[in-house]
């Protein structure tokens, strides 16, 4: 008996650690190494895709995803600039996203070869949101127009322009956009267009804007950070993958 109860404690022990902790994940697409994150509360949890800003993946994408794994989501925050890539110049970061930029299949591979590996770790890639930051919300935006079969696409102050020659008539899920009302960058203009395309094509989509609140309105400690714009974008974004992972998390 005493044995059994040793065992059944020690069992425990490990799953709430294996709960509460994620790790670097280093991994391969096309013959190229990356360094991403996963972390998972559990088997079967619903997985977030998770695509970082210019700064490739840094602290404040594995903050973020410890984040939803408190509060039930398996995540796998995707590189997809390179392992050791992680620029800190303006230059470098205009460099690496313009080399995406140019080169939309990359991009879509890159993707696509993140949720092939965080399959090959036992995540749930039948039940997936992508969501992403700045850079990221523009290759979730991608990943949207290219026909993947995800429950959903969610961006924060992304990137909202659409490539020549692309459009939104392969999209497969909701789009749910959240942009700062003052953001420089990304104007308004930009976001309306963005509505009436998808609009055009039919797809499900939400567009939400942030009064006041300026490009990067979500990143801790920014100068730009905005904390109601962060708190309410973010409460929106549970709810959206609570309502889109919902049904197969329960079955």
């Known amino acids: 008996m005493r044995c059994l109860l040793t065992f059944v404690i020690v069992f425990m022990m490990s799953a709430m650690a294996w709960a509460d902790t994620g790790a670097s994940h280093a991994y391969r697409v096309n ?21 970082h800003d ?75 949101v992508a969501m992403g930051y700045c850079f990221g919300g523009a290759a979730v935006l991608e990943l949207a127009r290219s026909g993947a079969d995800l429950k959903g696409f969610a961006l924060f102050h992304g990137g909202l322009a659409t490539p020549s020659g692309q459009d939104y008539t392969k999209t497969r899920a909701e789009v749910l956009v959240m942009h700062g009302g ?44 905005q904390q109601e714009a962060d708190t309410k974008s973010w409460r929106r974004f549970l709810a959206f993958l609570h309502d889109t992972t919902k049904e197969d998390h329960e079955k």
């Open 182 to 225: 003052a953001d420089r960058g990304i104007s308004m203009v930009d976001f309306a267009a963005l509505a009436r395309e998808m609009e055009a094509a039919g797809i499900a989509h939400e567009m939400i804007t942030y009064g006041g609140a300026r490009h990067a309105f979500t990143v801790f400690g920014g100068d730009r950070y």
């Open 54 to 128: 210019w700064d490739g993946v840094t602290d404040y994408e594995v903050r973020r995803a410890q984040m939803l794994s408190d509060e039930g989501y398996a995540v796998f925050v995707a590189d997809l600039f390179g392992a050791g890539v992680r620029p800190t110049r303006v230059e470098d970061k205009r460099q690496h996203t313009g080399e995406l930029y140019t080169d939309r299949q990359k991009m879509r591979d890159l993707m696509m070869g993140a949720l092939r590996e965080a399959k090959a770790q036992g995540a749930n890639t039948d039940n997936v």
């Open 31 to 51: 013959g190229e190494n990356y360094e991403g994150y996963y972390i998972t509360p559990g088997k079967g949890a619903p997985l977030v895709l998770l695509l």
